[in-house]
Nanobody
Framework: QVQLVESGGSLVQAGGSLRLSCAASGRTFSGFDMGWFRQAPGKEREFVARITWTVGITYYADSVKGRFTISRDNAKNTVYLQMNSLKPEDTAVYYC????????????WGQGTQVTVSS
């Protein structure tokens, strides 16, 4: 069974940086597609970024392009989200997600980590 555990969320001032981590376990993730999503209070969950586990191809939401970077460490089974130039509107609970193919919906989710950006 896939387990995803996020960490790294915190309170940070606008313009600051944070790095989120997602530790994945429970199976081999070769061929998987890993994503980061976020949900702000009163809003629907939205896509932030994703990465293909094997090749490392990345995709970003327009709202974070140029500020956030998704990466993975295959040896550590960990996916990262480096967030720079943070804005108050980035405040949300950030979730890590996994799917066995980009053709399928994300089927495994972490518990989330809170990111709060103060102005």
């Amino acid at each position: 069974q896939v387990q995803l555990v996020e960490s790294g969320g915190s309170l940070v001032q606008a313009g600051g940086s944070l790095r989120l981590s997602c530790a994945a376990s429970g199976r081999t993730f070769s061929g998987f597609d890993m994503g980061w999503f976020r949900q702000a209070p009163g809003k629907e969950r939205e896509f932030v970024a994703r990465i293909t586990w094997t090749v490392g191809i990345t995709y970003y939401a327009d709202s974070v392009k140029g500020r956030f970077t998704i990466s993975r460490d295959n040896a550590k089974n960990t996916v990262y989200l480096q967030m720079n130039s943070l804005k108050p509107e980035d405040t949300a609970v950030y979730y890590c997600a996994a799917r066995s193919s980009y053709l399928l919906p994300y089927s495994d989710w972490g518990q989330g980590t809170q990111v709060t950006v103060s102005s």
